[in-house]
């Protein structure tokens, strides 16, 4: 898939493999749910996952926030 920004289109790249199952069809209308509600109303899609095992290396949203930090 992608994203769309005033400026450009960007790819969006999943970290995990799997059969995508349902899309949130309410960000076509309302994009800005993406950054006001990233944990709740502003998922993009949800995915059955191919290797469950694949999610132990993915960092934690708080783990992510403090790597950026620096």
């Given at each position: 898939?992608?994203?769309?920004?005033v400026k450009?289109?960007e790819?969006?790249?999943?970290?995990?493999s799997?059969?995508v199952?349902?899309?949130?069809?309410?960000?076509?209308?309302s994009?800005?749910l993406?950054?006001k509600?990233p944990?709740?109303?502003g998922?993009?899609?949800k995915?059955i996952l191919?290797d469950?095992?694949?999610?132990?290396n993915?960092?934690?949203?708080?783990?992510?926030?403090?790597l950026?930090?620096n």
């Open positions: 898939g992608s994203i769309e920004a450009a289109v790819d969006i790249n999943s970290p995990v799997g059969e199952i349902e899309v949130n069809e309410e960000l076509e209308d994009p800005d993406i950054n509600s944990y709740e109303d998922w993009i899609y995915v191919e469950e095992e694949s999610v132990k993915l960092l934690s949203a708080q783990e992510y926030a403090k950026i930090e």
